[in-house]
């Protein structure tokens, strides 16, 4: 950004949390109502920026300490590995504990700041109590019958132009930023597209060498070659598309479906003062499925086109294919077949691509799309590479799996506010399972719930109103022809 505005320096991720956070409760919380649910929500979205914030530093420092063992254990996911690691550099086991104790030069002990492992301990379970505390909150909203009309304390103009100034400071720094193919924002991806986890994630905060007693420890960046810029340029522009998609989404669900354009860009606004989202703007494994999901929404009146985002999302992450009971009992009384149709159309349409453009292996690479596959118990990351037995995934995926099937029957009658708070509860919940950076994919769920915090009563938009029926052809029915008689002769 500094080759448009001279002098621009790009702000630490620490100092941009702080600036986003009051920024977010000066815009947005009712002062004069400091109870109201509004603001216990906007309070329950910024708790997740402490565990994502602890999950960060607790990768940079694994890095500029030198301790190699337990970066590589990082990018494993093996937590034996993490604790040898630990005691390689005279650090004690801090799987339980919040200090380090680190070997000094003279042989003695002293306490220091959190280690690596503590960071990204309690960062990650930080991040599983806030998801688990937004998923009972996104359950319980079709319960809340009162939504009274809360204004920002900001007018539209002011939200739109603070909203299209982040916008556009967040993707040149997609564009100008230097590459980071090694992914140290966060692990790898779990089940999911193969050509998606191909890509580079492009790194959109500001890296700065770490200075010791000797020298500067820094991270040698290698040369892009021909095949890797491409994959590169690639990346760019799906995640500068994605978050176009995402925001014009948000802003288009408010306008269209909530029928005020305020609260569609008050929504979006939110959404771009959000620490994370600074963070994870580059990321095309948070960005892409969290835009298509979105787009599936503001396409809920058409199935078909629904169908085809919403098979989008569930090929490229395979997560999104818990949301089939929910959306199939939403169309079940209209749009059903069309909305299928669009489903199987997009993952057919995925395999097909994959199966042209990565022909090898493409037997292993249809079981990792759809998750084909035996519960992973070894080489994972997030919680369950930090000392959570793996084997507790298995009854969490069994509850998530009869929360996802409870959808067809409850509750009875779903509208667009069941639509969009359930699948930011489901997209949250499957956190808790997921084995590889579980809490770290906000983008998967957290516009769906600012949504939800911002919508008006939507009870009348059931299928059976908004979704145009099918036409049918009918054959035209040939009425017999009538032979007059002539008149009789009068007498």
Not at 196 to 225: F, G, N
Request: charged share 15%; hydrophobic share 50%.
């Amino acid at each position: 950004m500094s080759q448009f505005l001279f002098y621009y320096v790009r702000p630490e991720p620490q100092t941009w949390v702080f600036l986003s956070i009051f920024s977010i409760l000066g815009v947005f919380v009712v002062f004069h109502r400091f109870w109201s649910m509004r603001n216990l929500d906007i309070l329950l979205i910024l708790s997740f920026t402490l565990g994502y914030m602890m999950v960060y530093e607790g990768n940079k420092a694994a890095l500029s300490n030198g301790e190699v063992a337990l970066a590589e254990s990082i990018a494993s996911g093996s937590g034996s590995s993490l604790v040898d690691a630990n005691r390689t550099v005279g650090v004690s086991d801090p799987s339980l504990g919040g200090i380090a104790s680190v070997a000094t030069e003279g042989g003695e002990r002293a306490d220091t700041a959190w280690s690596p492992r503590s960071l990204l301990y309690w960062g990650f379970l930080s991040l599983l109590v806030c998801a688990g505390l937004l998923t009972i909150r996104m359950l319980l909203d079709t319960a809340i019958v009162r939504r009274p009309l809360l204004e920002p304390n900001l007018n539209g103009g002011g939200m739109l132009f603070i909203g299209i100034s982040l916008l556009v400071f967040l993707l040149v720094n997609v564009g100008m930023s230097t590459k980071d193919e090694n992914r140290k924002q966060g692990p790898d991806l779990g089940p999911g597209y193969v050509l998606l986890s191909a890509l580079p994630q492009i790194s959109t905060v500001l890296e700065r060498s770490v200075d010791t007693e000797d020298e500067a420890v820094a991270v040698p960046e290698a040369q892009p070659t021909g095949n890797r810029k491409m994959k590169e340029m690639i990346a760019r522009v799906l995640a500068i598309g994605a978050n176009l998609v995402l925001v014009f989404c948000i802003v288009g669900i408010g306008y269209w479906h909530f029928g005020s354009l305020n609260t569609g860009v008050g929504a979006a606004t939110f959404y771009l003062l959000l620490p994370y989202t600074a963070y994870a703007t580059g990321r095309v494994d948070h960005v892409v499925p969290g835009a298509m999901l979105l787009m599936a929404l503001l396409m809920y009146r058409q199935p078909f086109i629904a169908g085809l985002f919403l098979g989008c999302a569930a090929g490229v992450t395979y997560y999104p294919f818990s949301l089939l009971p929910l959306w199939c009992s939403f169309y079940w009384q209209r749009g059903i077949r069309r909305f299928t149709s669009g489903f199987v159309l997009a993952v057919v349409a995925l395999v097909v691509a994959m199966a042209i453009l990565h022909p090898a292996d493409l037997a292993h690479h249809l079981s990792y799309m759809f998750g084909i596959k035996r519960v992973a118990m070894n080489g994972m990351d997030g919680i369950w590479g930090l000392g959570w037995h793996p084997f507790i995934r298995i009854p969490i995926i069994v509850v998530f799996a009869l929360l996802s099937m409870s959808f067809v029957v409850w509750p009875p009658q779903k509208n667009l506010a069941t639509l969009i708070s359930c699948s930011a509860a489901l997209m949250a919940a499957t956190q808790f399972w997921h084995g590889f950076g579980g809490g770290l994919y906000l983008a998967w769920f957290l516009p769906l719930a600012i949504l939800t915090v911002f919508r008006p009563n939507l009870d009348y938009c059931v299928a059976l109103e908004v979704v145009r029926p099918m036409k049918r052809k009918t054959k035209a029915i040939k009425t017999p022809e009538v032979l007059e008689l002539p008149p009789e002769n009068a007498a």
